[in-house]
């Protein structure tokens, strides 16, 4: 037999039984949203400094993002790419992993990375170039398992950084972070901002899961040695 809540409900009309259907289910997705950017952000806290600010770590992790034309970094890249470029000059890391998307030949975010900064003034045997950073928990997992990298300062721009450093953290990366705020002043940053508390959500899901990054494969030794070379 019904309960007599589940007889009233039954009884109202089918909008108003709609409605109530689709306020329960906004107010959960609220709930999930707010819990999981509550997760980032209790991870992140006191790990996010300014360029001169940062404590000192081996490697920077530069995540990756559009390259506009398969060989030049969009602003926001860019953006992230002066950062890493700031914390090398100031001996703030001895390396650069750049880390981004290249699973088509024509398109490839870490070869326009690695372009950049040599063009402004990083050694080229200072930089390593990790292809299949996908995402952001991705870049964080092959960067320990493929990479062997311990403690790091990851750049990416400040709408991601919490995230960005809580994934790294969870994964076994001791992580402070580093955000870009120039970009804000493309609508972009603020379209992306929006996105971020879906990611948020896709994180938490991810660390749940605790999946393996869509490529893993061997140890490379590439951070190891220009850590060592400088």
Known sequence: ?????????????????????GSLAAAASVLVMAGCDLWVRTVAHDHVYAVTDVPAAPVAIVLGAKADDEVTPSPFLAARLEIARQLYAAGKVKAILVSGDHAEWTYNE??????????????????????????????????KRVFGVTRAIIVTQSYHINRAVALCRHLGVTTDGVGDDTAKQYFDYYQSAGRERGAVVKAVLDVASGR?????????????TAVAAR
């Open 1 to 21: 037999m019904l309960r007599t809540w589940e007889r009233a409900v039954l009884r109202r009309p089918l909008w108003r039984r709609t409605v109530l259907a």
């Open 110 to 143: 870490p070869g326009a990375m690695h372009r950049w900064l040599v063009e402004h003034g990083v050694p080229s045997g200072q930089i390593v170039l990790d292809h299949a950073g996908f995402d952001t928990y991705d870049t964080c997992a092959r960067a």
């Open 212 to 224: 393996d990054p869509v490529f893993l494969g061997p140890h490379e030794t590439g951070v190891e």
